[in-house]
């Protein structure tokens, strides 16, 4: 019955822009964690950004100045705003939300969350 959304995934240049976003229906709402995760082929999954019930957020080093995380509690959207994208940002970019507390440690880490959005693609060109 709950169901997470991703939207705005595309192809753009190095240097260029995106904004996803994560609708989240169904019994998803009330989360207390949500985030921004990325695959690339043949690589594990990475944390990118998270942000909890208070606004709290924590970043990756490898985009933290370069995007920003937010968070809709009234229409239960979760947003990543990516600036100054590069090569290596080029991934299957997944949210997910968690109803748990956790220590921000496992902000980060996929097990902390239970539900998981399928996913979109970001490809970012030189």
């Known amino acids: 019955q709950v169901q997470l959304v991703e939207s705005g995934g595309g192809s753009v240049q190095s240097g260029g822009s995106l904004r996803l976003s994560c609708a989240i229906s169904g019994y998803g709402h009330n989360y207390y964690h949500m985030g921004w995760f990325r695959q690339a082929p043949g690589k594990e999954r990475e944390g990118v950004a998270a942000?909890?019930?208070?606004?709290?957020?924590r970043y990756a080093y490898s985009v933290k100045g370069r995007f920003t995380i937010s968070q809709d509690n009234g229409n239960n959207t979760l947003y990543l705003q990516m600036f100054s994208l590069k090569p290596e940002d080029t991934a299957m970019y997944y949210c997910?939300?968690?109803?748990?507390?956790?220590?921000?440690?496992?902000?980060?880490?996929?097990?902390?969350?239970?539900?998981w959005g399928q996913g979109t693609q970001v490809t970012v060109s030189s």
């Open positions: 942000i909890d019930s208070d606004g709290t957020t």
């Open positions: 997910a939300a968690d109803d748990r507390r956790w220590s921000m440690i496992f902000w980060l880490s996929p097990g902390t969350y239970s539900r």
